[in-house]
């Protein structure tokens, strides 16, 4: 099921990426006084447990299957205290890293391709996190009949284009929505979990 929970924009241009969790997948590891959590999202409904492991993992850069032109993934590692019914991150306890794959026309999108090893986007790739100025929140939690229910709630962001001119690229859209995140055992091996 498709959850669509917002589009970013880059104040810069009118660069834009949609916000939807796909596919979204998590791995909780409790123990007796807390715990931590790793979980990822992103636009593609085709977008794998195994892929995306590998991805968080640093042993995969294509992004096919995993991130589609003019949309954006998230990652994040979430350590918390006490019941590992609800754990909401801050600032300390983890902060979302987030891609995106921008476009200036959402109806012209960007593709991949391989570039000497690296896997480049001919749109504008933003990367960032939420505005740690600003209030965001972000929780997770098991789900009746297995897996996760990640909430979000995030309005505003800071980030830059890494790959071109190295300055401030803000951008602003509403995250908001409850998701379903499937269990994936594979993400205990993201470098963001060790």
Same mark, same amino acid.
């Given at each position: 099921?498709?959850?669509? =929970?917002?589009?970013?924009?880059?104040?810069?241009?009118?660069?834009?990426?949609? =916000?939807?969790?796909?596919?979204?997948?998590?791995?909780?590891?409790?123990?007796?006084?807390?715990?931590?959590?790793?979980?990822?999202?992103?636009?593609?409904?085709?977008?794998?447990?195994?892929? =995306?492991?590998?991805?968080?993992?640093?042993?995969?850069?294509?992004?096919?299957?995993?991130?589609?032109?003019?949309?954006?993934?998230?990652?994040?590692?979430?350590?918390?205290?006490?019941?590992?019914?609800?754990?909401?991150?801050?600032?300390?306890?983890?902060?979302?890293?987030?891609?995106?794959?921008?476009?200036?026309?959402?109806?012209?999108?960007?593709?991949?391709?391989?570039?000497?090893?690296?896997?480049?986007?001919?749109?504008?790739?933003?990367?960032?996190?939420?505005?740690?100025?600003?209030?965001?929140?972000?929780?997770?939690?098991?789900?009746?009949?297995?897996?996760?229910?990640?909430?979000?709630?995030?309005?505003?962001?800071?980030?830059?284009?890494?790959?071109?001119?190295?300055?401030?690229?803000?951008?602003?859209?509403?995250?908001?929505?409850? =998701?379903?995140?499937?269990?994936?055992?594979?993400?205990?091996?993201?470098?963001?979990?060790?």
């Amino acid at each position: 099921q498709t959850v669509a =929970v917002g589009v970013m924009a880059a104040v810069r241009d009118g660069e834009q990426a949609a =916000v939807s969790a796909a596919r979204a997948f998590a791995y909780d590891a409790p123990t007796q006084d807390g715990g931590k959590a790793v979980v990822w999202f992103g636009g593609d409904p085709d977008a794998t447990c195994e892929a =995306v492991a590998e991805r968080l993992a640093g042993s995969r850069d294509d992004p096919a299957g995993i991130l589609l032109a003019g949309t954006c993934e998230f990652a994040v590692r979430m350590d918390y205290e006490g019941s590992a019914v609800t754990h909401t991150s801050d600032p300390l306890a983890g902060i979302p890293a987030i891609g995106c794959a921008m476009d200036e026309d959402p109806d012209e999108p960007g593709a991949w391709s391989e570039v000497d090893g690296a896997w480049i986007y001919s749109g504008h790739w933003w990367q960032g996190s939420p505005d740690l100025d600003g209030a965001w929140s972000m929780g997770l939690a098991p789900a009746e009949g297995g897996g996760y229910t990640l909430t979000l709630d995030m309005h505003a962001f800071d980030g830059d284009f890494i790959y071109e001119a190295l300055e401030d690229a803000p951008a602003n859209g509403s995250i908001t929505g409850a =998701v379903p995140a499937e269990y994936c055992e594979g993400l205990q091996n993201a470098t963001i979990f060790k």
